[in-house]
């Protein structure tokens, strides 16, 4: 088995010397970005948060959610991997100290840079009932997404060019009550533009995916079977 390695790659971030920066993926598909300050036998963690959240938000809100389980930002360079280990759930057996092209990008262009979708995954809904903005009127879905946890979704449109989530849970898991229905908890909009943008940005913000493109049919009974459509399948 190839053992990872944390490639950590040198830029020029306000004014600080000696940083590094890099994305990493933990063991539960979670996508970080981290900015390091090394100084020969210390270590600094000047920023880290989730990339596969809040990628429809700008400035301070895109980069606000950080992992909670991160509570040691100073420590001996010698430590590094022991922190990202037990705190960013993420184990490498080196690091690498590397030079590249992008080492004056902004965070934004790193981030884009690194995280652009070299595949196309399509995001599969059953659509039914009359039409609205080439969409019909109510869309649903079974998916899996990056967690890898399985979700019913049931969107309809609503009025004034929205649409509403009428249901989304997990139906991969019991639970202590007969028939109770848990929302993922990232899931906070009601309302959303009913458009393929909006659905798209619906899905991969709060539900976790990354999706590229959706794809609509009426020919898939998603009642007889509660098998994933799409997603991290």
């Known amino acids: ?13 306000n004014g600080h010397a000696n940083t590094f920066r890099t994305i990493i993926k933990t063991k539960h ?11 020969h ?16 938000k700008t400035g301070a809100e895109r980069y606000c959610s ?8 100073q420590f001996k360079t010698d430590d590094l991997l022991s922190v990202i280990e ?25 981030i884009q840079f690194k995280t652009e979708n070299k595949k196309y995954r399509f995001l599969i809904m059953v659509g039914e009932g009359e039409s609205y903005n080439g ?12 967690l890898h946890r399985s979700i019913y979704v049931e969107l309809a449109y609503y009025k004034e060019k929205n649409g509403v989530v009428q249901q989304c ?3 991969d898991r019991k639970y ?6 848990v929302t993922p908890r990232q899931l906070v909009s009601c309302f959303f533009p009913y458009s393929y943008d909006g659905i798209l940005n619906l899905i991969n913000n709060e539900i976790c995916c990354d999706f590229t493109h959706m794809i609509i049919t009426d020919r898939i009974d998603i009642d007889c079977n509660t098998m994933p459509l799409c997603g991290a399948v």
């Open 41 to 56: 036998t210390d270590c600094t963690i000047l920023n880290c948060f989730y990339v596969d959240r809040n990628q429809c």
């Open 66 to 73: 950080k992992p909670l389980k991160l509570q040691t930002f």
């Open 135 to 146: 969409l019909p009127m109510r869309l649903r879905t079974r998916l899996k997404n990056k």
């Open 169 to 171: 849970y997990y139906y």
């Open 1 to 13: 088995m190839k053992k990872s390695i944390l490639k950590l790659e040198a830029c020029t971030t």
């Open 29 to 39: 598909s979670r996508v970080l970005f981290l900015l390091l300050k090394v100084n």
């Open 86 to 110: 037990t705190e960013l759930d993420k184990k490498f057996y080196g690091v690498e100290f590397i030079q590249t092209e992008q080492s004056a990008y902004s965070i934004e262009q790193y």
């Open 176 to 181: 202590k009550r007969e028939d109770s229905k």
